[in-house]
């Protein structure tokens, strides 16, 4: 397979290294990995097309009938977001999936949500809204610029409000090949503590607080 040089999709800078993981296998892949900000993605060549992406989210068990999938969520608004949770009078949740369970979970809760999703429920009316809160879980592993993503939604964001996502942690090339969450051919996104402050940096959030495995909250 021939390693090209590409730029961070997110920081954009051409510090980039490309690697291969299951050299030799029927599963072998390119990824890039970013010097300047940590930040790994998939080459372009490995990216599923819109169509074939949204075929695998079929066979996700998504449901408000999965009790571990709605006490991931619960355990995310405990750990990550309780206070802003609490105060929250208009909420977004990003990407939402065709069931959109966590929004339902924080209506139970009694909090006015709107859903936006873009195989699934898309609602360019949030467009012209502003939110205290905006969550997004499990989502942008799957955005190829992600940057793009935290600019809009930035926008969306009243002054003081948070954006709080979940996503796993990468820790590092060295460990990338044996890491279970690149395995799902949807995710081509990958960050860490770094890429996270690079982002924060390029958009004028602020870095609020994580636990560096699985989720960040900006505020702006």
């Known amino acids: 397979m021939q390693k090209t040089m590409n730029p961070c999709r997110l920081c954009n800078s051409k510090k980039t290294d490309a690697f291969i993981t ?26 599923l097309s819109p169509d074939e992406e949204e075929k695998r989210y079929v ?17 995310f608004i405990k750990t990550a977001i309780a206070n ?13 999936g ?13 909090k006015t949500v709107d859903i936006f999703d873009p195989f699934y429920h898309k609602n360019d009316d949030i467009f012209n809204k502003a939110y205290d809160l905006i969550t997004s879980t499990e989502v ?29 942690f990468h820790s590092g090339i060295q460990d990338f090949e044996n890491w279970w969450y690149r395995r799902d051919v949807t995710h081509i996104s990958f960050f ?7 982002v924060a940096e390029l958009t004028n959030f602020k870095r609020l607080r994580s636990d560096e495995t699985s989720f960040f909250v900006l505020q702006k």
């Open 59 to 75: 066979h996700h068990n998504n449901t408000i009938e999965n009790e571990g999938y709605v006490m991931m969520f619960k355990n």
């Open 84 to 96: 802003e949770f609490l105060t929250a009078e208009k909420i977004l949740d990003f990407g939402c």
């Open 22 to 47: 299951d050299k030799g296998t029927k599963r072998e892949k390119l990824y890039h990995h970013c010097r300047e900000c940590d930040f790994i993605f998939t080459d372009e060549r490995f990216i």
């Open 140 to 168: 942008f592993e799957h955005v190829k610029y992600p940057l793009v993503s935290f600019q809009s939604l930035y926008k969306l964001i009243k002054t003081g409000g948070t954006l709080a996502i979940m996503t796993k």
């Open 192 to 198: 860490n503590t770094k890429t996270v402050q690079k």
């Open 98 to 110: 065709p069931s959109p369970v966590f929004a339902e979970i924080m209506r139970q809760n009694g």
